[in-house]
């Protein structure tokens, strides 16, 4: 292993990202996609890409691998973190990520992103501690009105997490994701309002169509979604 376990040498970080956006093309991957999946933040992943990232994050390394669908050692090998054979417990600056459970109350379902928050789902959900509030809850989004384009998508197969607390007022919530009751059904949906003031229930989905709002007073958040994560428990 390098004694530099601070920074990757520059030729390791180019033989790094050449690897990286080979098994991109090779698995169909935007960059997008590869973000979201891997869910390492757009401006890191510019970096690793472009093998400008002196200081690479072993477990970011792992994320990459994960969405890449490959062992993550493969990856730790290049940058000189980890020979062949050796225990990872060797690995510099790897840190034990903290977990804990939190429910999940309901699925996303039937293709209008429809949610039945009463249906009884026994199980819960392992989020990093880091994202942990006390009252914060998980779905499963087990349909495609949330797959959009760049950024604008939450994938079929994924998580989200809910915060109840941070959804009070329709100002706050313009442009959020977030679990709305109107008319006694709920659904994760985004909301805008139009140049005419009526509030929009929105799907990243282009083909499914609006809920318009007609009636405010009927209209309930019952979480905003502060955080997505791609079929995997940490």
Not at 32 to 37: G, V, Y
Request: aromatic share 8%; proline share 4%.
């Amino acid at each position: 292993m390098s004694k530099n376990t601070t920074e990757v040498p520059k030729n390791l970080r180019i033989k790094l990202a050449k690897y990286l956006k080979e098994l991109k093309e090779k698995r169909k991957l935007g960059f997008n996609q590869l973000s979201i999946k891997s869910e390492v933040n757009p401006g890191v992943l510019t970096k690793i890409l472009s093998g400008s990232n002196k200081r690479i994050n072993p477990y970011q390394l792992k994320k990459l691998a994960y969405a890449l669908k490959i062992d993550y050692k493969e990856l730790y090998i290049i940058v000189d973190y980890l020979e062949k054979d050796e225990p990872i417990e060797t690995i510099p600056n790897a840190r034990k990520i903290e977990t804990r459970k939190v429910p999940m109350y309901g699925k996303a379902s039937n293709g209008s992103g429809y949610l039945n928050l009463n249906e009884e789902v026994n199980e819960e959900f392992e989020i990093p501690d880091e994202d942990y509030k006390k009252g914060r809850f998980t779905i499963k989004i087990e349909d495609d009105s949330m797959s959009g384009v760049g950024n604008k998508t939450i994938p079929c197969g994924s998580v989200a997490l809910l915060d109840p607390v941070i959804c009070q007022g329709i100002e706050e919530l313009i442009g959020k994701v977030c679990v709305f009751t109107y008319n006694d059904e709920t659904y994760i949906k985004q909301l805008e309002i139009d140049n005419q003031n009526l509030i929009h229930l929105v799907s990243f989905n282009q083909n499914i169509s609006d809920i318009i709002v007609l009636n405010e007073k009927k209209l309930k958040c019952e979480g905003r979604v502060v955080n997505t994560y791609w079929k995997r428990k940490w």
